[in-house]
């Protein structure tokens, strides 16, 4: 996790799933120096998950579903074109008060 060009509030809760990356110690001790509190899903549970899900679901159906790759490193360019360039940027959210990620970032830091 880069908290390198933010400065989150202390008290940040940072969700993820129970994967083994984030509950590495490595990871928990950069939360930790970040005063971020960690939240994992319930184990089976794909509820908890629900906006990760959403979002894996709209990378594949608005960026990956009717590519085909040769290599590990066209697939990697795609899904950053598509976070950096699409989805961050110019893709509005009702749930940010119909904002790109991005304005609402710039909103909230002002």
């Known amino acids: 996790m880069n908290f390198s060009n933010r400065n989150p509030e202390k008290g940040l809760i940072v969700h993820s799933d129970r994967g083994s990356q984030y509950s590495s110690d490595i990871y928990k001790e950069e ?5 971020c509190i960690q939240s994992m899903s319930r184990k089976g549970n794909c509820w908890d998950n629900a906006c990760v899900e959403s979002f894996f679901h709209l990378l594949k159906v608005e960026a990956l579903n009717d590519l085909k ?8 360019y795609e899904v ?26 710039k909103d909230i830091s002002a």
């Open 31 to 35: 939360l930790k120096k970040n005063e």
């Open 69 to 76: 790759f040769s290599n590990i490193e066209e697939v990697q």
């Open 80 to 105: 950053f074109k598509y976070i950096e360039h699409f989805y961050n940027r110019k893709r509005i959210h009702s749930s940010l008060n119909y904002k790109t990620p991005m304005e609402f970032e």
